[in-house]
Nanobody
Framework: QVQLVEPGGGLVQAGGSLRLSCAASGSIFSINAMGWYRQAPGKQRELVAT???????NYADSLKVRFTISRDNAKNTVYLQMNSLKPEDTAVYYCNLANQRMGFMMNYWGQGTQVTVSS
């Protein structure tokens, strides 16, 4: 029922910037978190950044100075501004929605978008 659509991604030169967006539709709980995780070939999926419905953010320590996450609650859309990109940022970026209602939580994932940073 939940759909996460994440247009964007693409190819960018090292040092450049890119903004990802992810729009959620369907059964979106009032208490939730949205964000991105990324996965490169041969590497585990890792946290990039998340933001709760209340605006609290959580970043991977190595990324917090370069990446900024924000959201538009009216549109159920989350944005990831990525600056000073490095080749090691190359990965498939997956949008995530974590619905929470009392003690129940359910994660949903977008289809992923490829981000490639060239040197």
């Amino acid at each position: 029922q939940v759909q996460l659509v994440e247009p964007g991604g693409g190819l960018v030169q090292a040092g450049g910037s890119l903004r990802l967006s992810c729009a959620a539709s369907g059964s979106i709980f009032s208490i939730n978190a949205m964000g991105w995780y990324r996965q490169a070939p041969g590497k585990q999926r890792e946290l990039v950044a998340t933001i709760t419905s209340g605006g609290s953010t959580n970043y991977a320590d190595s990324l917090k100075v370069r990446f900024t996450i924000s959201r538009d609650n009216a549109k159920n859309t989350v944005y990831l501004q990525m600056n000073s990109l490095k080749p090691e940022d190359t990965a498939v970026y997956y949008c995530n929605l974590a619905n929470q209602r009392m003690g129940f939580m359910m994660n949903y994932w977008g289809q992923g978008t490829q981000v490639t940073v060239s040197s």
